[in-house]
T-cell receptor, first 113, second 112 residues
Framework: NAGVTQTPKFQVLKTGQSMTLQCAQD?????MSWYRQDPGMGLRLIHY???????DQGEVPNGYNVSRSTTEDFPLRLLSAAPSQTSVYFC????????????FGPGTRLTVL | GENVEQHPSTLSVQEGDSAVIKCTYS??????FPWYKQELGKRPQLIID?????GEKKDQRIAVTLNKTAKHFSLHITETQPEDSAVYFC???????????FGKGTMLLVSP
């Protein structure tokens, strides 16, 4: 099992550009989440999904879109990148409950200039 | 929504000492409390979790205690080692479809 994978590992964007951060898991987990991690701020939830076709907003959803067309994939789209979106992004998945025993991906470090 | 406060933000100990990290939560309906360890440049990893029907849980050198009345829970690490150096995050959730709310983290430094 590869677990939770994320691509790319690093990305630099210019303000206004769009891009998609990829997340995939091969553990057949129903629940998936996207977090951003900023210094001194902990992990903040952006969007989450409780199954294919079902997504919802977290604490900081503005500027991001998600979709969940398959159980395995949960991409995060930045519509028009802003410097405030410079952060490390983590995808996580869990099997039994949304919040319980989350497995995290390796993260994507995004810089918006 | 839930609010999780974590203290201290940094903690320095000597190898072999004990370390204690404390968290408080605001939602009395929260019933699931995990702790994650994040080494520098790595992903967060679950190290221990506790549910509200249990007051204490141990796993080798780490233990977590929960006081539901006071709405606080703590991580205890005994006989600390340099490899325990990392950022530790507490979190809380009402389980089910409820999301996980994280504290801001504690950087633990263990000096040889």
């Amino acid at each position: 099992n590869a677990g939770v994978t994320q691509t790319p590992k690093f990305q630099v964007l210019k303000t206004g550009q769009s891009m998609t951060l990829q997340c995939a898991q091969d553990m057949n987990h129903e629940y998936m989440s996207w977090y951003r991690q900023d210094p001194g701020m902990g992990l903040r939830l952006i969007h989450y999904s409780v199954g294919a076709g079902i997504t919802d907003q977290g604490e900081v959803p503005n500027g991001y879109n998600v979709s969940r067309s398959t159980t395995e994939d949960f991409p995060l789209r930045l519509l028009s990148a802003a410097p405030s979106q410079t952060s490390v992004y983590f995808c996580a998945s869990s099997k039994e409950q949304l919040a319980e025993q989350q497995f995290f991906g390796p993260g994507t470090r995004l810089t918006v200039l | 929504g839930e609010n999780v406060e974590q203290h201290p933000s940094t903690l320095s100990v000597q190898e072999g000492d004990s370390a204690v990290i404390k968290c408080t939560y605001s939602d009395s309906a929260s019933n699931y409390f995990p702790w994650y360890k994040q080494e520098l440049g790595k992903r967060p990893q679950l190290i221990i979790d506790i549910r509200s029907n249990v007051g204490e849980k141990k796993d080798q050198r780490i233990a977590v205690t929960l006081n539901k009345t006071a709405k606080h829970f703590s991580l205890h690490i005994t006989e600390t080692q340099p490899e325990d150096s990392a950022v530790y995050f507490c979190a809380a959730s009402n389980s089910g479809y409820s999301t996980l709310t994280f504290g801001k983290g504690t950087m633990l430094l263990v000096s040889p």
